[in-house]
Structure formats: structure tokens, C-alpha cells
């Protein structure tokens, strides 16, 4: 029986590895090539985009790092998007989706809770206004769909 279900396997597994579990080489592995000792040092490693198309346009300002107040007005952005107010930059259209913009708000809610205590002065109220004008135009926009139901 074990023979035979031996012999319905397809593959066989090999340990290509070149080290063994003790640091050793192993006999038979082939040794994977060096990289060249004329390498190029890793700041002039870097590629050149390819003259053909453009490069990604990324603005300057995603070069500096990411503070907890840019956070906070990325996913306001994001959630104003969803409610309709900006249009898609993508598609140049003004679209709607309320369960998207209720889940951003919801992040920021849950934001709110987890840095309660935790933040400063201006992040805290940054956080508190982004997340009390983005619920209350939730608020409208639900109420007028419900109107509009009637």
C-alpha cells in the first residue's frame, strides 16, 4: 500500500541549498556567482527611467515624510472623495459612495480614540473638526438620500 501510494506522487523534492544546517557546503551544490568586483557603488546603482515614457510624476511634498497631520487630512481627502465633494482625480468625475466614506470616517473615529491623550494641542484638534465636519456631511447626505426614498 505504501509503495503504491509512493508511487502516484508526482515530484520529487531536492535541497538545492549550498549550506548545510551546520554552515557547511554541501557536496554537488553549485555555487551561485559573485556579484563583479567592478560593481558600481549603491548610490550610482540606481536606474534611469526609460527614455521612451515619462517619469512617474510624484510631487515634491512625498519626498518629505509622513506627519500625523497629513495623515489625518490624506484620509479627510479620501473620505470628502467618497461623500462626493471633490472629484476622482483619476476619472475627473464627482462620485458618491456613502459605506466608503462612512468606513474612512470610521478609521478616523477609531484614530480619534487610539491617540486620545496622546497627541498635541494642534493634532488633536486637527483630528477633533476634520472628524465632526466629515460626520456631519455624512449626516446630510444620508438624510437627503432618505428623503429623496420617500
Known amino acids: 500500500m505504501d509503495e503504491d501510494r509512493e508511487g502516484r506522487r508526482g515530484?520529487?523534492?531536492?535541497?538545492?541549498?549550498?549550506?548545510?544546517?551546520?554552515?557547511d557546503?554541501?557536496?554537488?551544490?553549485?555555487a551561485q556567482p559573485s556579484e563583479p568586483a567592478t560593481a558600481p557603488p549603491?548610490?550610482?546603482?540606481r536606474p534611469e527611467p526609460a527614455p521612451d515614457r515619462?517619469?512617474?510624476?510624484?510631487?515634491?511634498?512625498?519626498?518629505?515624510?509622513?506627519?500625523?497631520?497629513?495623515?489625518?487630512?490624506?484620509?479627510?481627502?479620501?473620505?470628502?472623495?467618497?461623500l462626493g465633494e471633490i472629484p476622482n482625480p483619476v476619472s475627473h468625475a464627482v462620485e458618491t459612495d456613502l459605506d466608503a466614506?462612512?468606513?474612512?470616517?470610521?478609521?478616523?473615529?477609531?484614530l480619534a480614540q487610539k491617540t486620545r491623550n496622546?497627541?498635541?494641542?494642534?493634532?488633536?484638534?486637527?483630528?477633533?473638526?476634520?472628524?465632526?465636519?466629515?460626520?456631519?456631511?455624512?449626516?446630510e447626505l444620508r438624510r437627503a438620500g432618505a428623503k429623496e426614498k420617500r
Not at 549603491?42 to 546603482?45: G, I, L
Not at 493634532?123 to 460626520?135: K, V
Open 11 to 23: 515530484f520529487t523534492v531536492k535541497d538545492r541549498r549550498r549550506f548545510s544546517e551546520s554552515g
Open 25 to 30: 557546503d554541501r557536496e554537488g551544490a553549485t
Open 42 to 45: 549603491p548610490s550610482e546603482a
Open 54 to 82: 515619462p517619469a512617474a510624476s510624484i510631487p515634491s511634498e512625498a519626498s518629505e515624510p509622513v506627519t500625523f497631520s497629513t495623515f489625518v487630512l490624506g484620509l479627510s481627502t479620501q473620505a470628502l472623495l467618497h
Open 101 to 110: 466614506a462612512r468606513q474612512v470616517i470610521d478609521i478616523l473615529g477609531m
Open 118 to 139: 496622546n497627541l498635541e494641542p494642534g493634532e488633536q484638534s486637527l483630528l477633533e473638526s476634520a472628524l465632526y465636519d466629515l460626520r456631519m456631511r455624512y449626516v
